[in-house]
């Protein structure tokens, strides 16, 4: 079931960094959404698929399956409640049951300051720049996906942008052009990278300790030691 044409008209308001508070009507129908599978945008790298946790003054709060997602509302243009037999990567599977264990593992991973719906806790700020100083000093992602997404160290929130270090370089995004933002966690992701690392330096050993060439080359200096030796005497 879909919800858009409504929503737009308050998406589609000039992008201010405070965002906008909806309308009586406009957040009764988002609080009506809360608890439910959702998608937010139609598609494209920004479409965001999970279970709606909170209704904020300028954001959403999303559980997905890589974690909790912080939406700016000013960059939402259609929301779409998804049934229990629309199956998809970012929501969990097919069935409801299947849903909440994955929603459960998700909020597990990605604990909050405070506020919570259900076992899934998230950061309960009043508006998004609250998300962002809470976020400060922590690794980030910052936006769903496409070329503007930003993976790195959130090392400043300020004025009106905040500052990202990301392989080495320091990122200065505006927040207006923010569209989410969401904890990265980085020690699966280098805990993934030394076990891979470290199953290549052992196969690396194990050729070595195989390798035919050296085994071949032992006995013939074994042979030309033997050679001297029999010389000199």
């Known amino acids: 079931m879909m919800y858009g044409n409504m929503y737009n ?46 209704v904020k003054s300028d954001y959403l709060v999303v559980a997905t399956w890589e974690g909790i997602v912080y939406v700016k509302t000013a960059h939402i243009k259609s929301i779409t409640e998804l049934d229990g037999t629309s199956g998809s990567r970012s929501g969990g599977h097919s069935s409801g049951h299947s849903s909440g264990r994955t929603g459960g593992r998700t909020g597990g991973r990605t604990g909050g300051r405070s506020g919570g719906h259900g076992s899934k806790k998230y950061i309960n700020a009043d508006n998004f720049m609250g998300v962002l100083k809470a976020l400060n000093q922590h690794f980030v992602q910052v936006n769903w996906g496409g070329p503007e997404k930003v993976v790195g160290f959130l090392s400043e929130v300020k004025g009106d942008h905040i500052l990202v270090v990301s392989d080495h370089k320091i990122i200065k995004i505006f927040i207006v052009h923010i569209q989410s933002i969401k904890l990265e966690n980085m020690r699966s992701r280098g805990s993934r990278s030394g076990r891979s690392g470290g199953s290549a330096g052992a196969q690396g050993v194990q050729g070595q300790k195989e390798n035919p060439a050296t085994k071949a080359a032992t006995p013939v200096l074994k042979k030309r030691t033997t050679l001297k030796r029999r010389i000199s005497r």
């Open 9 to 54: 008209n308050y998406c589609r308001k000039p992008h201010r960094s405070s965002g906008h508070r909806p309308t009586p009507e406009q957040e009764n129908f988002l609080n009506a959404l809360i608890g439910k599978k959702v998608k937010i945008n139609r598609g494209g790298p920004n479409s965001i698929v999970g279970r709606l946790l909170a």
